[in-house]
């Protein structure tokens, strides 16, 4: 079992930076796959970014490439999500999901977190 909790989100206005944090419990992060992904009101859950076991390989969804980050720190068991660059549609909750393998949909992911609210005023 691994239980995550997010944290970092907030109000933020458009052009500004947060950085999320997922702090996971166990002896175990290392051998997970760590993913975010966000879900808008009215609209479905989407990836946002996801981050390899090793830290090696990270996939973006198209509309946050150069302005999102994540990185992870295994010491830690922390995964980190660096946005920058903060435009109105980012305003959703955010979630932080483990899993066996790098994915870029939900059923990759075994373990959610209960999510972090950001919001961006324009």
């Known amino acids: 079992q691994v239980q995550l909790v997010e944290s970092g989100g907030g109000l933020v206005q458009a052009g500004g930076s947060l950085r999320l944090s997922c702090a996971a419990s166990?002896?175990?992060?290392?051998?997970?796959?760590m993913g975010w992904f966000r879900q808008a009101p009215g609209k479905e859950r989407e990836f946002v970014a996801a981050?390899?076991?090793?830290?090696?390989?990270?996939y973006y969804r198209d509309s946050v490439k150069g302005r999102f980050t994540i990185s992870r720190d295994n010491a830690k068991n922390t995964v980190y999500l660096q946005m920058n660059s903060l435009k109105s549609e980012d305003t959703a909750i955010y979630y932080c999901?483990?899993?066996?393998?790098?994915?870029?949909?939900?059923?990759?992911?075994?373990?959610w977190g209960q999510g972090t609210q950001v919001t961006v005023s324009s």
């Open positions: 999901a483990a899993g066996r393998q790098i994915g870029s949909v939900s059923r990759s992911y075994d373990y």
């Open positions: 166990g002896r175990t992060f290392s051998t997970y796959a």
């Open positions: 981050r390899s076991r090793s830290g090696v390989t990270s």
